[in-house]
């Protein structure tokens, strides 16, 4: 958007200096209907007050501990950007957030964002806020408000950043994790691709091996690489939270930055340590990743979710197989949590069975 060019008579304007004030209101007109679909029961008020309010009686808690995360998409937005395809990093943003949330036993209630540019686009800000209330929806938490932030010269000319904030909340008495007790076991739930986490390694992976956004994806057939990577992180709200109403959960672990080796053990008390011993189905692109950029195994589990996107820990591990079945969850046994030598030792990971990941 371009501004008239100022007369001598005229005074200077804060759209001279790069922030377009009538723009900001056009964004929030044009997402205010996505927002509104993600009501649900406590949502109070609309879009465009000084702040957000919740009923948190009116969604159905007595003796609620409310739960807060942030957290954001990560170079993964530099990849919307270079392709012009904004759609689905909002999904991520969601994603990142409840994820965490629901590991905790919380119930998501409610989001806001913070979208930052250097110049706002309001077809661009408005699809990926679109896609924050399309996450939102599928994880029945309420898009409450939001922050727009036009700073010129903070950004490069079409750059944005994004950060998510969700708060949910859970009965005092159903946190997660708890209960967790050598012999249960370790349940994987797949993820959809890379997820939100690794970009910078993907980035380099591509630009080493002299490729575009815009090439084919060998490992997803009709789709390009841009396509295939900003494949959206996928929501474990509903499945995770129906396994923990029904008493079925002891803990769960949400595998991001740092994969199964900086997570599963996060959930688990001292004493105890997580043995994978079973293999799990991979996605093709990790085996792209491994070979494309030379990346060791250890490397590759230290980076990616390398296929696992959430692990369950159950002592009832066939009733939860059997309702994520019914829930159309593929899910995999890959392990089983043991006692440590020292039983005041730190949580750790041990891997019995490691893909060969370029051979996938």
């Not at 249960?184 to 080493?208: K, Q, W, Y």
């Not at 494949?231 to 959960?249: D, N």
């Not at 080796?261 to 093709?284: E, S």
């Amino acid at each position: 958007m371009t501004s008239s060019p100022r007369t001598p008579s005229s005074g200077l304007t804060y759209r001279d200096s790069g922030v377009d004030i009538e723009a900001g209101e056009a964004l929030v007109d044009a997402i205010r209907p996505a927002a509104k679909a993600t009501d649900r029961p406590g949502t109070m008020g609309g879009l465009g007050g000084f702040g957000a309010l919740f009923d948190l009686k009116a969604a159905g808690f007595t003796d609620p501990v409310l739960v807060s995360c942030t957290d954001g998409v990560g170079t993964k937005l530099n990849l919307a950007i270079d392709t012009d395809l904004h759609e689905t990093v909002g999904i991520d943003l969601v994603a990142m957030c409840v994820n965490d949330l629901i590991v905790q036993g919380a119930e998501p209630l409610f989001f806001l964002d913070y979208f930052a540019t250097g110049r706002l686009s309001v077809a661009s800000a408005a699809k990926v806020v679109r896609g924050i209330a399309a996450g939102c929806e599928q994880s029945g938490c309420a898009l409450v408000g939001g922050e727009t932030a036009e700073m010129p010269g903070m950004y490069a000319n079409g750059h944005y950043d994004l950060a998510g904030f969700s708060v949910g909340a859970a009965e005092r008495g159903a946190l997660l994790p708890a209960g967790i007790a050598a012999g249960d076991t370790l349940i994987a739930l797949p993820s959809s691709g890379v997820h939100s986490n690794g970009f910078s390694l993907v980035r380099r992976i591509v630009a080493d091996a002299h490729l575009t956004w815009t090439d084919p994806a060998a490992f997803a057939p009709g789709q390009n690489l841009g396509e295939a990577f900003l494949t959206p992180t996928r929501l474990y709200v509903r499945s995770v939270l129906a396994l923990h109403k029904a008493g079925l959960l002891h803990g769960a672990a949400h595998i991001t930055g740092g994969g199964l080796p900086g997570n599963l053990p996060r959930v688990l008390p001292d004493g105890l340590d997580a043995v994978i011993d079973g293999a799990w189905p991979v996605p093709p692109v990790f085996g792209w990743l491994a070979r494309t950029g030379n990346v060791e195994n250890e490397e590759m589990l230290r980076v990616f979710n390398c296929g696992i996107g959430m692990v369950l820990i159950t002592p009832e591990p066939e009733k939860v197989m059997e309702m994520l079945a019914s829930m159309g969850e593929a899910a995999t046994v890959i392990g089983h949590v043991a006692r440590a030598a020292d039983a005041s030792a730190k949580p750790g990971l041990t891997m019995q069975a490691t893909p060969d990941f370029r051979a996938v």
